[in-house]
């Protein structure tokens, strides 16, 4: 499998805070990779620079082949780096369909280069509210969503870009168990068809039924690589998590 | 309704507002409609920017007086083409000055258009508060080159003098106010063309959240200029006659606190999530503002302006429109009362 993204060096400061001192990370196509990291370890931080939310100081990002430096985040986005946020943040004035139609406006439009037809964006509008189990609520806006829903709704809206990687950003955060394993599974369908997947987590037990592979941060500095069962049994991960 | 379907039937509207004020035959009615019409566009220029993408613009004025200074510098220079351009090529410009309204609306529109989306590079990487305070700046900028500038006036002002009449229409008022109509179906025609276009829900997911608008590849920035450009130029456009009309342009007359506040109000009061809202709050807050006018005083407009306006933020925040909406919204949830 050849490397969708490559982050090669990374760096970002606030101020006199080192977010982030130099990180590489290779992603393959296809492959699920989970992302760890105590609170403050640099992980938003990396995917930020990554999506272009902000711009890394130092180090490069490439993807799918393309040098990435420079480019805003919409512009990421078109070329299929797509990602949900920590904190769901729908378009609270539209209903659930037309938050999927933005994407598919401005990324899916954009990278066909023909316009797609009305029929064909309520169609796979209603594909993915279907994928993620909101088709019933097409029609109604994110405030009358659950926490779970709204959680879903971000990453249909992120997959209606139609990504050749996502980020998932604490996709979980704040379920409960069934919640957990519902959203599992959904990522995991949608690795299945194809999509490289980055899933950011602090649930341990998701992350370890998710990722192919477990990178670890911690303090801005990548410090494990490497299969999920070798990684959490490293002496140094063990310690960034529980103490000396 | 297909674009231009709602534009010919706006135009049927227009008309028969025009009409029925002829047959009425009163003359003031045609200066208050003029009024009217004119916040009409100023509040729906204001609502592209400020209501479709969230950016509130607290410049309005400095915009509607750009249009009507270009209006004031081309009519000035038409009259002094002799003294300003030598006599090999003064002839020439003879017969293309002093240009018709519809074309000085253009170039206003130009100006003004050019001004926003100046402003908006210089200023769209503020957010709120910041935003605002940007263009009210843009105002007392734009405000101090005129008063400074002579050949418009300066502070004293210009008189610009407009024929008694005109073909068909006769009353020189009544063709400003025909000229308004036009102007106001336009706005109206664009604003709702945009509301239901893919400019339309890139504006509504920036106002929204403009991180998640940007990740789900929206050009922000280039968006927002748009918006800017657009909103400016119409502004502009709503501004050009109004020498004709005013027939004495001052800077404090151009560039009057009520044209800031009211378009800001309008849009607010009738509600700023579509094309409706600044229209009926036009329509609602200019009509009760010349009946102010002729039984009390005109000084009493912006108090009544301020009053509705703390009315509105508390009963119906997001407008007339809003309150609306929310109604049928509340009648159609199942276990709701009839």
Request: with cysteine; proline share 4%.
């Amino acid at each position: 499998m050849s490397a969708l993204l490559q982050v090669k060096g990374i760096g970002k400061k606030f101020g006199g805070f080192v977010a982030l001192g130099g990180i590489d990370l290779d992603v393959r196509q296809g492959e699920r990779l989970g992302l760890i990291g105590p609170n403050g370890s640099g992980k938003s931080t990396l995917v930020n620079c990554i999506c272009g939310a902000l711009q890394n100081e130092t180090g490069t990002v490439h993807f799918d082949g393309q040098q990435m430096d420079g480019l805003a985040a919409h512009e990421r986005t078109h070329r299929g780096l797509s990602r949900s946020f920590q904190l769901p943040r729908p378009f609270h004035s539209m209903t659930l369909a037309d938050n999927l139609r933005v994407p598919m406006y401005y990324t899916v439009h954009k990278r066909s280069g023909t316009p797609l037809h009305a029929d064909n964006i309520d169609a796979r509008c209603h594909e993915l509210l279907r994928l993620v189990g909101l088709e019933a609520k097409a029609r109604q806006r994110p405030r009358d969503l659950t926490q779970v829903e709204m959680r879903k709704l971000e990453l249909a809206r992120a997959m209606a870009a139609e990504p050749k990687l996502l980020i998932a950003d604490e996709a979980m955060a704040g379920l409960s168990h069934s919640e957990v394993e519902e959203i599992l599974a959904l990522l995991i369908r949608l690795n299945e068809s194809g999509i490289t997947i980055i899933m950011i987590e602090h649930i341990m037990s998701a992350v370890m039924k998710f990722s192919q592979r477990l990178v670890v941060l911690v303090t801005g500095k990548k410090i494990a690589d490497g299969k999920p069962e070798t990684v959490v049994r490293d002496p140094e991960v063990v310690r960034a998590y529980i103490g000396e | 309704m297909r674009n231009h379907v709602f534009a010919l039937v706006a135009l049927i509207v227009a008309a028969l507002v025009f009409i029925t004020l002829r047959l009425v035959g009163n003359e003031y009615y045609f200066v208050a409609g003029y009024t009217i019409v004119q916040y009409i566009i100023l509040a729906t220029a204001w609502n592209i920017l400020g209501g479709y993408t969230g950016y509130v613009n607290f410049g309005s004025a400095a915009f509607f007086a750009a249009g009507a200074y270009s209006s004031v510098a081309l009519i000035t220079f038409a009259n002094n083409i002799d003294d300003l351009l030598p006599g090999g090529i003064a002839p020439f410009f003879h017969s293309i000055f002093p240009l018709p309204i519809p074309v000085l609306i253009v170039v206003a529109g130009l100006v003004s258009g050019l001004i926003g989306y100046g402003m908006g590079y210089l200023t769209l990487r503020l957010r709120g508060a910041f935003f605002a305070i940007a263009t009210l700046a843009l105002a007392v900028v734009l405000q101090t080159l005129v008063v400074n500038w002579e050949f418009v006036g300066g502070s004293s002002g210009a008189y610009v003098i407009r024929p008694e009449s005109v073909p068909l229409i006769g009353n020189y008022v009544q063709y400003l106010f025909v000229l308004m109509l036009v102007l106001g179906v336009i706005a109206l025609t664009i604003a709702r063309m945009i509301e239901r276009s893919k400019l339309g829900a890139g504006f509504a997911a920036i106002r929204d959240d403009e991180l998640a608008a940007e990740a789900s590849g929206v050009p922000t920035l280039q968006l927002k200029l748009i918006a800017t450009a657009l909103s400016g130029a119409l502004m502009g456009m709503a501004g050009a006659p109004f020498p004709y009309f005013i027939g004495f342009l001052q800077p404090q007359s151009a560039f009057g606190l009520e044209y800031a506040v009211n378009s800001i109000a309008m849009p607010m009061i009738g509600g700023t999530m579509n094309w409706v809202g600044p229209l009926i709050g036009a329509v609602l807050l200019g009509t009760l503002q010349q009946v102010a006018n002729v039984t009390i005083s005109s000084s009493v407009n912006l108090l009544l302006v301020g009053l509705l306006l703390i009315g509105f933020v508390i009963v119906a925040p997001n407008g007339i429109v809003g309150l609306v909406q929310d109604r049928l919204r509340a009648r159609k949830k199942p276990g709701s009362k009839p």
